[in-house]
């Protein structure tokens, strides 16, 4: 019976000297953290992590403000380029309308001549009994004809602004006279007719303009 108590003393005196009953009360501490979610190594890394986030979003700060800058800065160049292909679009069709204008500005002399030379010519001698004159005439009035429809075909039209009211950007005023029968600031006399090159003036009509008594 005593050595039974003997035995007894020693495996209880082993169980309590164990190694792994000494870490249970700081196993179970280390549970109790872990389901409260507090975990030591958890809190070592809360303030890392902390600051990672931080470091994230400024870089996303920084990065939202470079597209931002980036997209004014395509769409600034979109519209540069538009309208860089606009007013060379509008150029190349100025050139295709207006680039005959040196050209027509010789032209219209010999239309002057044609115009002063049948002009010249005494109508009342224009007969069958004067075939020669009356084919000449005929001649210069087939070729005036003509030599408008060319220059209709190519977007030049004839200014005659007889009677109409004095237009500075068509008309050039030689004079200011009282002129009966013409209301004040009207065209009474055209000296020299006047040309526009697809709505643009190329030549104003040269006119007296009449003014109040």
Not at 145 to 161: M, S
Request: aromatic fraction near 6%; charge should be neutral.
């Amino acid at each position: 019976m005593a050595s039974w108590c003997v035995r007894a003393v020693k495996q209880t005196y082993s169980l309590t000297a164990s190694p792994a009953l000494r870490r249970f009360p700081r196993l179970l501490c280390t549970a109790t953290q872990q389901k409260n979610g507090q975990g030591p190594e958890e809190e070592a890394e809360k303030p890392e992590q902390s600051a990672a986030e931080k470091h994230l979003m400024e870089e996303k700060s920084q990065l939202e403000v470079q597209l931002k800058d980036m997209t004014e800065k395509y769409k600034r160049a979109l519209a540069d380029t538009e309208n860089l292909r606009t007013r060379s679009q509008k150029m190349i069709e100025d050139a295709k309308l207006y680039g005959i204008q040196g050209f027509c500005k010789d032209l219209l002399e010999v239309a002057d001549i044609l115009e002063k030379a049948t002009e010249s010519v005494p109508k009342e001698e224009v007969t069958s009994q004067n075939p020669h004159l009356k084919n000449l005439y005929d001649g210069l009035v087939m070729t005036e004809v003509q030599i408008q429809k060319v220059f209709t075909k190519h977007g030049l039209v004839k200014l005659n602004p007889d009677g109409q009211k004095f237009d500075p950007y068509e008309h050039e005023a030689l004079f200011h006279a009282p002129v009966g029968g013409k209301e004040p600031g009207t065209v009474a006399i055209v000296t020299k007719v006047g040309y526009k090159l697809h709505g643009r003036t190329l030549r104003p009509a040269l006119v007296g303009v009449a003014k109040a008594h």
